[in-house]
């Protein structure tokens, strides 16, 4: 059993709110989660188990606009360095950081604020520049609210994504805990949801409900990496990791490929016949373990 935290939350110098999760072993190696999109502080939790194992301290928040986290300007570089204040507060000097699905560019961002204290990147099915990297398809809603991104509207792009996840989540939100889960992982191939046991589920379900309190998040999110991107990956020079799933339909391991042609020193490694949640969230040990955070697990 997953045993979820009382809501917990630090105050930056700027008076700004962060939610804030910590789990793992306390005595541990620190990994800070940046977790995907749309999700907040509390999808960290499902690696808790396995951080413990590996002697992980593991640390996550719930970057702007999700929960209760203060919702700042779009952008990838401002959550790097907010990772920087939140370990500052942890009273954490050297890291590891590691990016699910959305929160693989903000991963990055971090490696890049300070890459001598950054020790290891990972990202694990992280989303990249998708505009430079996809095919395009003239029937993705997303494009003509980047296309109001790229002439300087970045308003009214935000309006625009937040009307889509209306569109989305407002019936799911809805529902109970069970039909929530079901109603997100709705269309996904059973076969790729051996990692979402019961206590998954009751993590997602509280993730859900808390990280979509409003949907600044979520629009920030797009905005952020769907644009033009304010960080350099060709820049960032600690070693970095990088997991993907052959078979991906949401973020494709093109993603993958694209960053380690320009990652000075990227591993990418394609688990073949994998999907998205598996690549993500079914091989916890082996990712704290190949970003050397912590012990091999036993």
């Known amino acids: 059993m997953i045993i979820l935290p009382r809501p917990e939350r630090i105050v930056l110098a700027d008076d700004r ?41 593991l640390i996550s928040f719930s970057r702007p606009g999700y929960g209760g986290s203060t919702y700042t300007s779009p952008s990838l570089a401002s959550v790097g360095h907010d990772t920087l204040l939140v370990a500052d507060q942890f009273g954490i000097g050297d890291f590891t ?10 991963a990055i961002a971090t490696g890049l604020a300070d890459p001598q204290r950054v020790k290891a990147v990972g990202l694990a099915g992280g989303v990249g520049p998708w505009r ?22 970045v308003v009214g792009a935000l309006d625009g994504f937040r009307e889509q996840a ?38 997602w379900a509280a993730d859900m409900r808390e990280a979509l309190a409003s949907y600044d998040g979520y629009a ?15 820049q960032l020079t600690v070693p970095t990791w990088l997991w993907y799933g052959e078979t991906d339909r949401m973020v494709p391991s093109s993603h993958g490929r694209w960053f380690a042609q320009r990652i000075p020193d ?30 091999p697990a036993v």
């Open 17 to 57: 709110v962060v939610e804030i999760w910590e789990g793992g072993d306390p005595a541990g190696e620190p990994v800070i989660f940046h977790h995907g999109t749309p999700s907040g502080r509390l999808q960290a939790s499902l690696g808790d188990g396995a951080a413990r194992r590996c002697g992980v301290r």
């Open 97 to 106: 950081v590691l990016g699910a699905s959305g929160g693989g560019p903000y």
């Open 132 to 153: 430079l990297i996809e095919p395009p398809d003239p029937d993705d809603p997303d494009l003509p609210l980047l296309a109001l991104v790229d002439a300087g509207d």
């Open 166 to 203: 209306a569109q989305d989540f407002d019936r799911m939100l809805s529902l109970d805990d069970a039909d929530v889960v079901d109603a997100f992982f709705e269309g996904v191939p059973g076969e790729e949801l051996g990692w979402l046991d019961a206590a998954a589920r009751e993590v």
């Open 220 to 234: 920030r999110d797009n905005v952020a990496w769907g644009g033009a991107w304010d960080v350099d990956p060709t």
């Open 266 to 295: 990227a591993t990418l490694i394609v688990r073949p016949g994998e999907g998205h949640g598996r690549t993500i969230f079914g091989h916890w040990d082996e990712l704290f373990s190949a970003l050397g955070a912590g012990r």
